[in-house]
């Protein structure tokens, strides 16, 4: 389909060519499509190329073999409407939260230029953006002096602080306790019904998955391969109570003996 | 009572009292000669007596080890910055720089008066010799153990590699700048010292060969009190603007 807005066509990636000759592939294979605005979620065992389908998406790196195009452009370099937030928040210590959340727009055009300028308005749309994950008062605060949870949640503020395309979330929630993560579950789903930015999220954890994506696809060991596709038809909006319900549980637990099985293999 | 609710900021205090009380029981108990080990009572006493010789050769002391360290900030800086932000600088530089770091100073001292004649040349010279090495090992492991995530998320938004370097590099080596300025003063006054003992006219070094020589211990014990306490002083003070700077770096001591 031409509409599609991440394309990945029969795409293989050997992190170098010693491994491309001997035929030591991090992901091989690939393909999937996605729809403008959609929420897709890739699961897997540890070690399964699920990283290396980050970092092609985002043009970290490039292909090996196939193609890959976001927004019906082939991926050449790194690309400037993706944001990125990962297991560990990465935030600066010696910043505030408000001024970590800001560092995107220090770097990336056009607002770079108009850094200077614009200052206390870019500082506006920051409180604004964290007064929206619930973390209005803690502007001002380091990262150390903020939980693990708040942490996330500015980390993800400043993935999204330059209005990116394309959100990369590579086992966000993953250092989270159980309630920390299914809180931020729900902030991660308001976000993505205010702004429908496309979504990939890599998770080992199969019902935040199927929760949040509205596809999951599940890949096998490495080398990396696209096992199954599955679409979550479960209805939006999705409440948490949706968790403990019949539909909801029979998509994971097919989803967990399809793993089992790769497990298995 | 202050002592009992800050232990620790006196316990140095304490200790020290309790050093010199014993090394003065010693000296008087075993009746040892001051040509030997003088008692802490005739240090105090040559301290006095010489203030005025003493005060003049630990200000030169002092302010050619402050213009090595100063050259050895820039230079430790510059290299560090090379070194931690090219793989390739760090493998062409970091095995002969360990070569070089290797040779003893005091060996350097002697073709130091040859290029630049006995005075505070060679002082100077040893001073920055001997503590860059710290500052630019220390710069470079800053900036070489940058996070991969991070580096990433700032890719992806086109920065490059010198935004990379000052926005995150720079402020992130700082903790560890701080931490290598308090070794390389000490060291500076080493090199300061060692020079000066073979190559000045001047300088507390100087004073402390003088001393030997003519066999009065108590002065050139004073002298090493004075250069201890230099170093001291100037350790304190980094101490102190690290604490001001990066605090960030240090929450774990920290009241909350």
Redesign the interface.
């Known amino acids: 389909m031409s509409d599609a807005f991440v394309d990945f066509r029969g795409v293989w990636l050997a992190y170098s060519e010693e491994a491309a000759r001997a035929e030591d592939y991090a992901v091989e294979d690939i393909t999937l499509s996605t729809q403008p605005g959609e929420f897709i979620a890739i699961v897997g065992p540890s070690g399964c190329g699920k990283s290396t389908f980050m970092?092609l998406a985002?043009?970290?790196k490039r292909a090996t073999r196939g193609e890959v195009r976001i927004a019906g452009e082939p991926v050449t370099g790194?690309?400037?409407i993706?944001?990125?937030a990962?297991q560990?928040p990465?935030l600066?210590?010696?910043r505030t939260t408000l001024h970590n959340v800001l560092?995107?727009l220090?770097?990336?055009?056009p607002y770079r230029a108009q850094f200077k300028q614009r200052r206390e308005a870019f500082a506006e749309r920051a409180r604004r953006l964290l007064a929206t994950v619930g973390l209005q008062g803690y502007e001002d605060k380091?990262p150390?002096?903020l939980s693990g949870g708040m942490q996330q949640r500015a980390s993800i503020c400043?993935?999204l602080i330059?209005e990116p395309r394309m959100l990369l979330l590579?086992e966000p929630f993953g250092a989270l306790d159980a309630f920390t993560r299914e809180e931020l579950w729900n902030v991660l789903r308001d976000l993505w019904s205010a702004q429908r930015f496309n979504v990939i999220l890599v998770t080992h954890d199969l019902r935040e998955a199927v929760y949040l994506a509205d596809t999951v696809y599940v890949m096998s060991k490495r080398p990396g391969r696209i096992l199954v596709r599955r679409e979550i038809d479960l209805p939006r909006p999705r409440d948490l109570e949706i968790t403990y319900t019949e539909p909801f549980t029979q998509i994971v637990h097919e989803l967990r003996a399809r793993i089992g099985s790769i497990r298995r293999g | 009572m202050a002592a009992s609710r800050n232990p620790e900021r006196f316990a140095p205090l304490l200790l020290l009292a309790i050093l010199v009380l014993f090394w003065e029981l010693a000296c008087r108990g075993l009746d040892i000669s001051d040509f030997i080990l003088p008692a802490p009572s005739a240090i105090g006493i040559a301290l006095v007596e010489y203030a005025g010789p003493i005060l003049f050769n630990a200000w030169r002391t002092f302010w050619t080890t402050m213009v090595g360290f100063a050259l050895s900030i820039v230079v430790g800086v510059l290299l560090g910055f090379v070194i931690g932000s090219s793989r390739f600088a760090y493998a062409a530089m970091y095995p002969l720089l360990t070569a070089f770091n290797s040779v003893p100073k005091a060996a350097v001292v002697p073709i130091l008066v040859v290029w630049f004649g006995i005075g505070a040349g060679p002082a100077i010279l040893t001073a920055f010799l001997i503590s860059f090495f710290p500052i630019m090992v220390n710069i470079a492991t800053g900036l070489a153990t940058l996070e991969p995530e991070l580096e990433d998320v700032l890719r992806v938004l086109g920065a490059r590699r010198l935004d990379v370097l000052l926005k995150v590099g720079l402020p992130r080596s700082m903790p560890y700048f701080f931490a290598s300025l308090k070794v390389a003063i000490t060291l500076a006054f080493v090199g300061t010292t060692v020079s000066e003992m073979s190559a000045s006219n001047e300088g507390i070094g100087q004073l402390l060969l003088t001393a030997g020589s003519q066999s009065r211990m108590p002065l050139a014990f004073a002298g090493l009190v004075v250069i201890g306490v230099m170093a001291m002083a100037m350790y304190e003070l980094f101490s102190w603007i690290e604490r001001h700077t990066t605090a960030w770096a240090h929450r774990g001591q920290q009241p909350s």
């Open positions: 970092k985002t043009g970290l790194p690309l400037k993706v944001g990125m990962f560990a990465t600066l210590p010696w560092l995107p220090e770097i990336v055009q380091f150390w002096q400043r993935a330059h590579d």
